[in-house]
């Protein structure tokens, strides 16, 4: 009779049994497995912080630029002592700080007067310290007036930067040895832009009208590069006037214009090219004419001047007779008569008889009739045109299909030559000469050197804003896949209460010639299988198999060697 061992066999566990919980699994784990567990878990929190931190970056903007270095060494003196993060861009030229912290940042340098090498004003008069002599108020009224001028120039939109040198001369009590003020002003455009001479002339009137006795011909403008821009006195004398060729210039591209705006619409886009050269007349001639012409009527004449010389007087008659003593005496006087008589003539004498005089001249000046022409000739007028025209070879198909060019034939290139001197307005007698030639333009396919994708400053820049966030999760889906997975993939389910099996039922696996029954047929879809008992032996020696395999063993090593166990 064999021995019967009692081997702990295992109930499978019922199918409505809870699943272990993390912590019965953590302690299911080995050595090793829980290692790589809490690496795997280490390395994600270091992930999760190191993305929450970068991701909590501020974004930096510009303080400053086009620092000196001095303004520069002092702001970022004044920005350590604030607690302010900043960094440098553009190779130092440039200091940044937090997005939102710039503006209060940059009120707050302004009140400790930095940067220093901005353009101060009129401020300066607000710091006058006691004791200031007249000399340095008035080198502060001066700095200060070059430093409002500086910020009403720097307003134009064509102007980066610019600087006002103002000379005033002290002012004495003779007026004959009194010096006129003078200015300089020293401009730096920004990349691509100019200053027309309207603007010239703006910013030459902004200045004088700001200082007393200023005249505009006292104020010149440079650039940056040494090159004066407004123009002086003697100019227009002694040079070509800027504004003659500027004239120049504008004719000839009215006359191009006109040209390509006749000639594209028969020709096509970009197959006619056209130059025209003016030749003007910019002399000024002064012609002055006088004409004089007759009064036609005394009525039509204007009298200019009119004098009227009139004249009365009396005069007596010299005596007469033989002289004596009876003709010079004296005339006795008149006595009236008695009777109504006539006086008897004196015997003394005999007195001359009175004569009235007049005279009367009359003077009359007339206008007249005269003309004076002035004629002064600064008309500009054009002494000769010149138009060069380039038209392009047609497009046109050959009787295979194949797209080729042909040349304009004699009609279509008069009829052009025609119309281009009717648009210029041609003038034989001028001099003027048009010239169209009819030949293939020479196409240079010239393809743009396009940047990768990879390369373009956009995908960089994107890249660079989503390389954080993207690498974190890249990171920690390594770190789950190849540590903690694996790790959690070993955990095995913790053996049951082992319950000791009856000798009778070791007997039966003992035996030697133990019941194997057969495996029964599968149960069709709609039919419910049934357990029986030999199919619960079977399973309770696969559960032992699985969770006992050393009693199992020697359960066969008996069964081969026929020893107890």
């Known amino acids: 009779m064999s021995a019967v061992a009692e081997v702990p066999v295992v109930t499978p566990p019922a199918s409505a049994s809870p699943t272990p919980n993390w912590l019965q699994r953590l302690s299911l784990l080995d050595r090793g497995q829980r290692i790589r567990l809490g690496l795997g878990v280490a390395l994600l929190v270091g992930a999760a912080v190191a993305a929450a931190v970068l991701g909590r970056q501020p974004d930096y903007k510009v303080l400053f630029s086009n620092l000196t270095d001095k303004d ?62 007249q000399f340095q108020e008035r080198l502060n009224f001066q700095r200060g007036l070059e430093g409002e001028l500086t910020r009403s120039i720097q307003a134009l939109s064509s102007v980066q930067s610019a600087r006002v040198h103002l000379a005033l001369p002290n002012q004495n009590g003779f ?12 401009v730096s455009l920004h990349p691509g832009r100019i200053l027309d001479r309207a603007q010239l002339a703006g910013i030459v009137h902004l200045v004088a009208s700001s200082v007393p006795e200023l005249a505009p011909s006292a104020v010149s403008v440079l650039d940056d590069t040494g090159k004066l821009l407004s123009q002086s006195p003697d100019a227009a004398n002694n040079g070509v006037d800027a504004q003659q060729l500027l004239y120049v210039q504008q004719i000839e591209q009215q006359y191009t214009r006109r040209i390509m705006d006749i000639l594209e619409p028969v020709v096509g886009r970009n197959n006619v090219k056209a130059q025209v050269s003016a030749e003007l007349d910019f002399s000024q001639t002064d012609l002055t004419s006088e004409q004089f012409r007759p009064n036609q009527t005394a009525d039509s004449g204007a009298i200019r001047s009119q004098q009227v010389l009139e004249s009365r007087g009396s005069s007596n008659k010299t005596a007469s007779g033989v002289p004596g003593a009876v003709s010079n005496q004296p005339p006795t006087p008149s006595t009236a008569p008695v009777n109504g008589a006539n006086p008897a003539p004196s015997a003394g004498g005999q007195q001359g008889a009175e004569e009235s005089t007049s005279k009367r001249e009359s003077t009359t000046n007339y206008e007249v009739d005269k003309t004076v022409r002035v004629t002064r000739g600064n008309n500009w007028a054009i002494k000769r045109l010149s138009a060069a025209v380039v038209v392009n070879y047609q497009p046109a198909t050959e009787e295979k299909g194949k797209p080729t060019a042909k040349a304009l034939t004699p009609e279509q290139v008069e009829q052009m030559t025609g119309l281009v001197r009717e648009t210029i307005g041609f003038n034989k007698d001028r001099g003027d000469s048009v010239n169209l030639m009819n030949t293939p333009f020479l196409v240079e396919d010239a393809q743009t050197a396009q940047l990768p994708l990879w390369k373009q400053p956009e995908v960089q820049e994107l890249a660079k804003t989503f390389a954080w966030p993207l690498g974190a999760v890249l990171f920690a889906a390594l770190v789950l896949l190849g540590l903690v997975r694996p790790a ?20 039966a696996i003992e035996a030697d010639q133990p019941d194997r029954p057969a495996l029964p047929s599968p149960a069709k879809k709609d039919e419910v299988a049934e357990v029986t008992p030999e199919q619960l032996r079977l399973e309770e020696a696969r559960v032992l198999a699985k969770s006992n395999p050393v009693a199992v063993a020697n359960i066969l090593k008996t069964w081969v060697h026929g020893e107890n166990a």
């Open 72 to 133: 520069g060494g002092a702001i970022i003196a004044q920005l350590s002592q604030m607690n302010v993060p900043y960094k440098y861009a553009d190779g130092g030229g440039a200091i940044m700080i937090p997005a939102e912290r710039v503006h209060d940042v940059r009120l707050r340098l302004a009140t400790q007067g930095l940067p220093r090498g901005s353009v101060t004003g009129f401020e300066l008069m607000e710091t006058n310290r006691f004791g200031m002599t």
């Open 175 to 186: 007026f004959r040895e009194q010096q006129k003020p003078s200015a300089s002003v020293l």
């Open 488 to 507: 959690l993939k070993g955990t095995v389910v913790k053996p049951t209460e082992v319950t000791p099996i009856a000798g009778g039922q070791l007997d």
